[in-house]
């Protein structure tokens, strides 16, 4: 995956003109959710050889090197956008151009993205903060100290987990809130030592609800290295094989993803549909497993909303049943 200049683009725009480009971009490359996308890029393109289909990220969680990406894409020539953004509103006029330049556009974790044909999420985003706080609130037994973490307070879905966490929590009159909303960058060595900090500050506390892919790695160190593995009750979004040690160890009691692979996918099949002439309707199938029959309602633009049902919860006893 190219972080800025994108060199390779210029092939992928030129030398092969007579089939249409789908380029995804992620929030960042190198991180095992986005390089999990990123496979799913790659077996999109493996399925439909008659599209050309690669994906770009940043070389950090930054919406100003994301968005140059962007534009370097659209000046290149793609034919259809697939973006997972860092910030919706940082890259707002950017998508706007795109689109009005004829560009196909279609996003993932930004259902609050006004310029963008279709925004397809992998579940509803407020079902799912909610399902990750009962299951901290079920391991802290109702009541404590807790806290949250989330990518960037950009981030539209990371803000909406933890929302709907902290509206789930107004359950538990003994369950007390404190510095929440730390940012994270999906950044595990950042999220380790911000981690530290808060242990220090409140050695009480009984949880934390992470939201970017990192968090849980982070977190679950410094809860490992403190010796409050199976203590302290951590729950956040996660990949199994990347979790696997801390949910051994107790460090991580839980995680909720949905597959990133997927949802790459899922996004580029959107963006052939469009490039096709076809309408993206309520109930679709876009041959992508927890998208085979999709719930599509009015977006915050004129765009659509496309919501799938690819949300897992798994915890010790279970993730090895959906390892990857």
Known sequence: MAATALAGATGLATAQDDKPVIATVFKISGIPWFDRMNTGVEEYQSEHPEVVAEGYGPATADAAQQLQIIQDLIAKGVDALAVVPMDPVVIEGTLKRAMDRGVIVVTHEADNQRNTMVDIEAFDNDSYGTALNERLAECMGGEGKWT?????????????????????????????????????????????????????????????????????????????????????????????????PYLESGAITAIGFWDPMKAGMAMNAAAQKLLAGEEIVDGMDLGVDGYHSITVTKGAGDGLLAIGNGMVLADKDTYKDVYF
Not at 151 to 172: C, D, F, I, P
Not at 194 to 217: H, M, W
């Open 148 to 244: 949250t973490f989330v990518g960037s307070l950009g981030s539209r879905t990371h803000m909406q987990w933890v929302g709907a966490g902290e509206k789930n929590a107004e359950k538990y009159p003994g369950m007390e809130l404190v510095d929440p909303n730390n940012e994270s960058f999906d950044d595990a060595n950042g999220t380790y030592e911000k981690a530290k900090e808060i242990l220090r500050k409140y050695p009480e506390i009984k949880g934390f609800q992470t939201s970017a892919g990192n968090d849980v790695l982070g977190v679950g160190r410094a809860i490992e290295e403190a010796g409050l593995a199976g203590k302290v009750c951590l729950v956040g979004t996660g990949l199994p094989a990347p979790s696997a």
